[in-house]
């Protein structure tokens, strides 16, 4: 859920969002951090709802969400490494992704 976005429910944050930070599986348990912390401390008890984030990069959204077909960004465009090097000769360049 890093990166994604927790709702209160119930308690006194009811209707409040906040952005999460970090989830890692910790004592047998899951940790949720939050990006902000809240104005006030959730009780025991008080329900929410959490959405999973992304990281926007299409092997997350290929492996976590199954959606690489909907993907809008550009994975196969070479960085800026390769874009501001000097042609060479010896190398193909025949259109073809340069990354898996």
Known sequence: ????KLRFLTGG??????DLDGHEKRDGGTRLSFWLAP??????GDAFSVIAG???SFP???AKFANHL?????????????????ASGGQSHDGKALFP
């Open 1 to 4: 859920f890093s990166r994604g």
């Open 13 to 18: 944050l009811t209707g409040k969002s906040f």
């Open 39 to 44: 104005e006030q401390s959730p009780l025991p």
């Open 54 to 56: 992304c990281d926007k």
């Open 60 to 62: 997350t959204c290929k």
């Open 70 to 86: 909907n993907f809008r960004g550009f994975p196969h465009l070479p960085g800026a490494d390769f874009a501001y090097s000097y």
